[in-house]
């Protein structure tokens, strides 16, 4: 008998108890700079030395914080489910967590990139993107190509290349889970939508879920004490 397939979305909130901050809490701001400055393809043509300090600064906070008791439950369903988890965060929290399939919508913090690569002339392939861990870059920095190497992000105004893979993993799912995200950043807010008719959505979120769907199961907390409660419901309703 196959383990049920869970697809996991997850957003900034399931690592704000790590303590990296969330945009959408603070006005538009993210660490005190506009979100049109430091995550947009404009901001890179306008000021990339700019953008550049801010995901270095970024990276230099990642190394710092630890992966919180919803990254590491996420990463214990494995135990009993097919997971694939979903996630429009950045961080590497899921990875250090334990989890294993992930599918970063949005990008990879420790990872560059040449600035004229992973676009739609070469299909969006991933062969020039490395990591450097928790390092700098700087202007200057060139990919073996010679261009200058860039942050491997998805910014406002570009492309979501993984889309469709996430779509597929909703489309496959027996059961789906949405923890800490606000569910109003598009593609990825759309894709509960993609879910089976029958398929029950559990979303864990301490605001008021902005959309209305039969198949939803509000868990009003936060993420940490929020997973809990999944992990009680499911041992209950999918033994």
């Given at each position: ?30 660490e005190n700079y506009r979100v ?204």
């Open positions: 008998m196959r383990r049920k397939r869970l697809a996991v979305l997850t957003g900034a909130g399931v690592s704000a108890e790590s303590g990296l901050g969330t945009f959408r809490d603070s006005g538009g701001l993210w049109e400055d430091v995550a947009s393809a404009e901001g890179w043509i306008r000021n990339p030395g700019l953008m550049l300090e801010f995901y270095n600064t970024r990276r230099r906070q990642l190394a710092d914080v630890r992966p919180n008791a919803a990254h590491l439950a996420i990463a214990g369903l494995e135990k009993d489910f097919d997971v694939t988890v979903i996630t429009q965060n950045v961080d590497n929290l899921h990875e250090r967590a334990g989890s294993t399939r992930i599918i970063h919508l949005h990008g990879e913090l420790t990872k560059v990139r040449p600035e004229n690569c992973c676009n739609e002339s070469d299909g969006f392939s991933e062969a020039s993107v490395f990591d450097i861990g928790y390092g700098d870059i700087n202007l200057g920095d060139k990919a073996p190509n010679g261009a200058q190497l860039r942050p491997h992000i998805v910014w406002f105004g570009e492309a979501v290349p993984k889309i469709e893979a996430a779509m597929d993993a909703v489309e496959k799912a027996d059961v789906m889970l949405i923890v800490g995200t606000s569910l109003q950043v598009y593609p990825a807010a759309g894709l509960f939508r993609y879910a089976g008719i029958d398929v029950p959505i559990y979303v864990i979120d301490p605001k008021e879920v902005p959309v209305s769907d039969p198949r939803i199961t509000h868990i009003k907390d936060v993420a940490t004490s929020g997973m809990e409660k999944f992990v009680l419901m499911a041992a209950k309703n999918f033994e």
